[in-house]
Antibody
Framework: EVQLLESGGGLVQPGGSLRLSCAAS????????MSWVRQAPGKGLEWVST????????YYADSVKGRFTISRDNSKNTLLLQMNSLRAEDTAVYYC??????????????WGQGTLVTVSS | EIVMTQSPATLSVSPGERATLSCRAS??????LAWYQQKPGQAPRLLIY???TRATGIPARFSGSGSGTEFTLTISSLQSEDFAVYYC?????????FGQGTKVEIK
């Protein structure tokens, strides 16, 4: 069974940094692209970033470009998101998601349970 | 950047009735369109990809149609467990984009 377990969320002040992790199991992690998707409280879903299976290609939403960095450690089956210069509007549940098998493009299946990031003074 | 627009924002339906949800893209996304279901306190779940292909384990009462800019998710006979928020997502171009969601509530 595929499992994705996020960690690293918490309360951080504006301008601060946080690193999220996603531990993956139950599949060949190094063979699949991975993504982060976030959801602000009471709001809809927002794609944040995607990384290819090798880590050689990365993609970012304009809202986080230059502040967030996605990476992966295929030896440890772990996806990472380094978040710098955090703003109040980055407050959200952050989900880790695997690229779905089937479609050529990037949609998400399954998703982890999420980790809450709160940016506030 | 492609903008995804879902309608209606809220759909009130009685159990056993059909629900029809719409998703429109600001430019063509071909058939690179997915639908997700999210229940309160849970992560989203993939229902449909390729506009019309059900994901593994998704019941046949869920069906998707459309291509280009206009898409529809139909739930043929609503069950109690189907009351949730539904999102569409385009994956034809970067940046990836979700619609704002349609809440299906009990009438």
């Amino acid at each position: 069974e595929v499992q994705l377990l996020e960690s690293g969320g918490g309360l951080v002040q504006p301008g601060g940094s946080l690193r999220l992790s996603c531990a993956a199991s139950g599949f060949s992690f190094s063979s699949h692209a991975m993504s982060w998707v976030r959801q602000a409280p009471g709001k809809g879903l927002e794609w944040v970033s995607t990384i290819s299976s090798s880590g050689g290609s990365t993609y970012y939403a304009d809202s986080v470009k230059g502040r967030f960095t996605i990476s992966r450690d295929n030896s440890k089956n772990t996806l990472l998101l380094q978040m710098n210069s955090l703003r109040a509007e980055d407050t959200a549940v952050y989900y880790c998601a695997k690229k779905a098998i089937g479609p050529a493009g990037t949609c998400f299946d399954p998703w982890g349970q999420g980790t809450l990031v709160t940016v506030s003074s | 950047e492609i903008v995804m627009t879902q309608s209606p924002a809220t759909l009130s339906v009685s159990p056993g009735e059909r629900a029809t949800l719409s998703c429109r893209a600001s430019q063509s996304v071909s058939s690179n369109l997915a639908w997700y279901q999210q229940k309160p306190g849970q992560a989203p779940r993939l229902l449909i990809y390729g506009a019309s292909t059900r994901a593994t384990g998704i019941p046949a009462r869920f069906s998707g149609s459309g291509s280009g800019t206009e898409f529809t998710l139909t739930i043929s006979s609503l069950q109690s467990e189907d009351f949730a928020v539904y999102y569409c997502q385009q994956y034809n171009n970067w940046p990836l984009a979700f619609g704002q969601g349609t809440k299906v509530e009990i009438k």
